[in-house]
């Protein structure tokens, strides 16, 4: 059933144009403003696309998006899923499984996070080296999930250090300030308590967010090499916690977009 689903996805797709693309990209809350720079082909609301899910988080438009990124084919998702959407682990993939059915060759992610470092600030940029899944379960974990790629995925290196190095060189080159860390995932859509914040300090994590590690380990199955790059949207320092502001967390996430752009646009030339 899973496999047919995806097959009259990718057929449709097909038939409206998105034949070659090279690299695939997620762009996560606050972080559109990409599409700008793309030399867009075709550009395909999810709500169109047989079996796609949509996209009900307001901060994401929901579209498919085709063309030319630095002389590369990129195919975009504007927009993602998430549990705390009431969607399974199956349908917040079934974008990246319809990437790599189409064809890419590498995988980009971006997302909006808090920053559980101290040492961290908000605005500030985090390429992730390793995660936590803390969203109580696995996007492998389905009947017939061994039909699409080796279930016991190994996830000794989740994130491709050869993308990772080429992003710090870049972030050196371009005199971005770059962090590396440990990012957890979590369900959501409710933000973290003080005492959730102190477990997280204690299991020596940097960022936290709601998305992201699902994606990677489908990734990883489907031997996709990726990156992710979180953009720190406040400072969750249990100690001196503020209310939170989506507001300003999203605004926070538009002012640093463009260095994430600025590092995406360099490394999609040479990967």
């Keep these: 059933m899973k496999q047919e689903q995806l097959n009259e996805t990718i057929a449709f797709l097909k038939a409206v144009g998105i ?5 695939g990209i997620v762009l996560g809350t606050g972080l559109g403003k990409l599409v700008n720079e793309i030399s867009i082909e075709k550009e395909i609301a999810y709500s169109e696309i047989p079996n796609f899910p949509q996209a009900t988080v307001e901060f994401h438009s929901g579209k498919l998006i085709y063309g030319e990124l630095s002389g590369k084919k990129v195919l975009v998702m504007a927009g993602r899923f998430h549990m705390y959407e009431g969607y399974n682990l199956w349908e917040v993939t079934y974008g990246i499984r319809s990437m790599h059915a189409l064809g890419i060759q590498n995988l980009l992610i971006s997302n909006a996070a808090g920053a559980i470092n101290l040492a961290y600030q908000k605005g500030d940029l985090m390429l992730i080296e390793d995660h936590l899944n803390l969203q109580g379960g696995s996007p492998l974990a389905f009947k017939g999930a061994n039909a699409f790629g080796p279930i016991f995925a190994d996830m000794l290196v989740p994130y491709s250090k050869e993308i990772n190095q080429k992003i710090k060189t870049i972030a050196t080159a371009e005199n971005i300030q770059l962090h590396e860390g440990v990012y957890a ?14 477990m997280l300090q ?3 994590v940097d960022a936290v967010g709601m998305s992201t590690v699902p994606e990677v380990i489908v990734a990883k199955q489907l031997n996709v090499p990726c990156a992710a790059i979180s953009v720190l949207t406040d400072e969750c320092d249990p100690k001196n916690l503020q209310p939170v502001d989506i507001a300003e ?5 538009g002012e640093a977009e463009p260095k994430m752009i600025r590092i995406f646009k360099e490394l999609i030339k040479i990967i």
């Design 185 to 198: 995932s979590v369900v959501g859509p409710q933000l973290e308590t003080r005492a959730e914040y102190r």
């Design 19 to 23: 034949t070659q693309p090279s690299i």
């Design 202 to 204: 204690i299991l020596e």
């Design 249 to 253: 967390i999203i605004a926070i996430a």
